[in-house]
């Protein structure tokens, strides 16, 4: 199994990942389903409650305000206006969940175990093995430099 934030391998059992930390309970759980159904709904609605509210107010100014074709006509296009803004934020939100799920689908299948190590990351180390230096077996100390020949 690999961790689906960074694709280092892990040992079962691991709450955490022993390179980036990420919670391993929560990721294994199930998705959770994106709520489409639910976008899909008030979208609709919105728009026929809308729509209705845009008719109906303009024939009930007409008929019992008597106001103006031209008061009439600035209240459908500013209804009009108020819903295809709140339909076009609930349709962007809806289609951030949809790329968000696909990520989220796609992104542990590209880290197996067919990946080079440089891209899968570094393997994962027993607790009591210490972490090899950069700098081991590199640096002179001035022991050395007095004893060398001129």
Do not use: W
């Amino acid at each position: 199994m690999y961790c689906a934030a960074c694709g280092t391998p892990l040992a079962p059992g691991l709450s955490y990942c022993n390179r980036c930390g990420t919670s391993l309970k929560e990721r294994s759980s199930e998705v959770k389903p994106v709520p489409v159904v639910s976008y899909l709904t008030a979208i609709t609605i919105i728009g026929i409650v809308g729509l209705s509210l845009m008719l109906g107010g303009a024939i009930a100014l007409k008929s019992a305000g008597d106001f103006h074709e031209d008061l009439i006509g600035f209240f459908m296009f500013m209804t009009f206006t108020i819903v295809g803004v709140v339909e076009l934020s609930l349709c962007r939100q809806l289609s951030r969940l949809n790329r968000t799920a696909e990520k989220r689908e796609t992104a542990p299948s590209l880290m197996h175990a067919g990946v080079p190590n440089e891209i899968r990351g570094q393997l994962p180390r027993a607790l009591g093995e210490p972490v090899p230096s950069v700098t081991e077996n590199t640096t002179r100390t001035l022991q050395y430099s007095r004893d060398e020949p001129r």
